[in-house]
């Protein structure tokens, strides 16, 4: 039978025929290294919803790669702004297409570098940003209106993006220009991670805030990246995953019809990210899953009658809690899988994980082959050649539905508690992820999961990347120096314009971009907001 057969004609119709149209380049050409053609799309049923059409089970754009391949985006950040600065540039002169910025816990919370919070935490899990000028040097020669820029933050993320702001106006560059993604999703921090700094209530204030603000403002930006990634880290399961991750999505667009917001623009703007696990065709499967439950969600309970609205992009990183130090070039080998999955499913952009990991900050090699690793799947796999490769298959379908109705039974119970602001309050999300990562633990210890390599133990290497303890002293020297010459009457008027509008109902980003500019630090800012709206209490 050929592949015209099976097309799903009304696929053609409306959504192949008019990219087609646009870009008749991407028609001809593609054929397996035996000669035989490779058509668009394969479906068992012509009626079927196709890629780019709602719900988008196969994908959210009609091309899919044959279009574009996805944004190949390594997360870094490590030492000093001027170190990282110099890994960003070997990545994108290695053929990156994005950037992802990892900041250290500090800076992830609110604490400047010479805060004795601080002590001990400096460039250890990322790179250290207290002020505009350290933005400035993380970010030298990179062009903003051209390279977009992903910002993995959330406590601070409106600092951040103010920062980011700022430094945008410094070379010229217009706010309607930047391109990119703020993670900004701080419910997840609650039950997953830790890093969350203010109350619930509070820190949902600023969320919606930065949304608002990036829809006039800065429109090209993504003003929120929902987070699954951090989720199943934490030990929860695919299906947990993704519904825990959605049901914050609601608790967000909630927020936003809240607030008065334009349900079709947020939606056109909202982005989020998940993990890609070594569980190959359950992961698949959970992407396609997705992206299938938030449409229906974005239509059926929020009324969004536009597509493109109701449409689940995401990223993807490989998982981290999978890398292993004994043997840890096995880690090649599961991050290629990983990174292989989350294609299959369709991810928009992807992150993999360096094999050393496991060790330390991964060596500018393992950076090296992880681009690589996606680079070959891209070019040499044939993977990106047809959309959605794998529907059809009887079991990808059937993991699909399962997965499916699995995590929205679980969304109909976070609803029935009250919502997921209510059942993070309560504990109930951060103890089923709890029990989830116990469960896999006992199965690691008992033998039935222990990974392949670490059976009888064995070796650790030496971690091949440290830290230099003399980072913390060269950045305490530096604060000094931003202090002593910024205009404290300028500081001052900022910070109390900042704290008189947090006690208010205004939008705060105008000011904390004015803070920035004045030459506020992160950690002054971050204290002023603490000030007013106080401080979370963990009593879980």
């Not at 991407?26 to 290294?33: E, H, L, M, V």
């Not at 816990?105 to 010479?114: A, F, K, N, R, V």
């Not at 705060?508 to 709206?533: D, I, K, N, Q, W």
Request: aromatic fraction near 8%.
């Amino acid at each position: 039978m050929s592949g015209e057969d099976h097309r799903p004609s009304r696929w053609i119709e409306q959504c192949w025929e008019p990219f087609v149209s646009e870009h008749p380049e991407r028609i001809d050409g593609f054929q397996s290294a035996s000669g035989i053609p490779i058509d668009p799309l394969y479906s068992r049923d012509g009626n079927e919803a196709g890629p780019g059409e709602f719900p988008f089970t196969r994908g959210i754009h009609p091309s899919m790669y044959r279009g574009r391949i996805w944004t190949m985006r390594q997360y870094a950040g490590y030492s000093s702004p001027a170190e990282t600065n110099q890994r960003f540039r070997f990545l994108l002169d290695q053929g990156q297409t994005g950037l992802s910025v990892a900041f250290d816990l500090p800076t992830q919370i609110g604490y400047d570098s010479d805060d004795p919070q601080a002590l001990g935490e400096v460039g250890r899990v990322g790179v250290p940003i207290s002020t505009v000028d350290d933005l400035d040097d993380l970010l030298e020669g990179i062009p903003l209106d051209s390279v977009s820029v992903s910002m993995t933050i959330n406590s601070t993320a409106p600092i951040l993006l103010a920062m980011l702001l700022a430094v945008a106006k410094r070379h010229g560059v217009s706010p309607d220009q930047i391109r990119g993604t703020l993670q900004n999703d701080i419910l997840k921090e609650y039950s997953a991670r830790g890093t969350q700094r203010f109350p619930v209530d509070a820190s949902m204030r600023l969320v919606v805030d930065v949304i608002e603000h990036c829809s006039v403002e800065v429109p090209a930006f993504y003003p929120i990246s929902i987070s699954g990634y951090h989720i199943r880290e934490a030990g929860s399961t695919a299906t947990q995953e993704i519904a825990f991750t959605l049901a914050n999505g609601i608790a967000y667009l909630d927020a936003c019809r809240d607030r008065g917001l334009d349900l079709v623009a947020v939606g056109r703007r909202l982005s989020f990210f998940f993990n890609a696990h070594n569980q190959f065709f359950e992961e698949i499967a959970k992407f396609r899953a997705a992206r299938r439950i938030w449409a229906r969600i974005c239509r059926d309970r929020f009324g969004i009658e536009d597509d493109r609205a109701c449409q689940l992009r995401f990223h993807t990183q490989t998982a981290g809690s999978t890398l292993q130090a004994v043997e840890p070039a096995n880690n090649i080998v599961r991050v290629t899988l990983q990174a292989l999955s989350a294609v299959l499913g369709g991810t928009q952009s992807l992150h993999t994980n360096g094999w050393d990991e496991a060790l330390s900050l991964p060596s500018e090699e393992a950076a090296r082959l992880a681009l690589r690793t996606q680079q070959v799947i891209a070019s040499e796999s044939g993977v990106p050649d047809t959309a959605d490769p794998l529907g059809g298959s009887p079991f990808i379908e059937e993991l699909t539905d399962q997965i499916d109705r699995a995590a929205s039974n679980i969304i109909q119970e976070i609803d029935e508690r009250g919502g997921m602001l209510h059942s993070i309050k309560d504990g109930f999300v951060r103890n089923a992820i709890e029990q989830s990562a116990y469960e896999a633990q006992v199965a690691r210890d008992s033998g039935e999961m222990l990974p392949v390599g670490s059976e009888e133990g064995g070796e650790i290497p030496e971690a091949p990347f440290h830290v230099d303890p003399v980072i913390e002293q060269q950045r305490r020297g530096k604060l000094e120096q931003f202090r002593a010459n910024r205009d404290l009457r300028a500081v001052d008027s900022a910070m109390a314009q900042l704290e008189q509008n947090a006690r208010g109902t205004v939008n705060l980003m105008p000011s904390l971009t004015h803070a920035m500019e004045s030459g506020c630090t992160l950690g002054e800012v971050s204290s002023t907001l603490a000030s007013v709206f106080g401080e979370y209490q963990d009593h879980g």
